[in-house]
């Protein structure tokens, strides 16, 4: 069974840094392109960050770029979002998501499994 | 304000057939296929549909997508109460180099 299990959120200041970490099992998570979906309170989704499988390709929204890092240990299973320079509007539920990027050779893209997200809330 | 734009709202009745709809442009629904997620209360999204108009395995045939140009619908039949949920569409955008999602449809089971 797919699980992917997000950590690390909590209350931070404005300014301040977060680690949040997304464990993965029962699928070959080596194998698979991951990413980083928040949603603000009360809000929709917002994607945040991409990383692919063997971490060479990196994308993130324009509103995270230059604060927040993604990276992967495969030997771990596990996903991290670095998110430094918190601000009020990166308050949100964080999600990771496992990433299926071809159907049959052709570009899908869509997002097959999700965590149940970890709350980050940012306030002084 | 969302790249991908979808009423904010929709509701029906017990059986009926519902659709919501997702506008875009070329750079995102125009060129790339269309994935449906559904969000019911308190819990994480799930996968509706992708490619589309592909279901993954578990999801009834009461749900649909289609995808005309630089619009994308999701059509529901047979409407039920379990379906009273949050809808969302999201698309790769060639532009942007990154997932966009739309708003979001909240639904509602009169």
Known sequence: ?????????????????????????????????????????????????????????????????????????????????????????????????????YCGGDWCGYFDYWGQGTLVTVSS | QSVLTQPPSASGTPGQRVTISCSGSSSNIGSNPVNWYQQLPGTAPKLLIYSNNQRPSGVPDRFSGSKSGTSASLAISGLQSEDEADYYCATWDDSLNGWVFGGGTKLTVL
């Open chain 1, 1 to 101: 069974e797919v699980q992917l299990v997000e950590s690390g959120g909590g209350l931070v200041q404005p300014g301040g840094s977060l680690r949040l970490s997304c464990a993965a099992s029962g699928f070959g998570f080596s194998t698979y392109s991951m990413n980083w979906v928040r949603q603000a309170p009360g809000k929709g989704l917002e994607w945040v960050s991409y990383m692919s499988s063997s971490s060479s390709t990196i994308y993130y929204a324009d509103s995270v770029k230059g604060r927040f890092t993604i990276s992967r240990d495969n030997a771990k299973n596990s996903l991290y979002l670095q998110m430094n320079t918190l601000r009020d509007e990166d308050a949100a539920v964080y999600y990771c998501a496992r990433v299926v990027r």
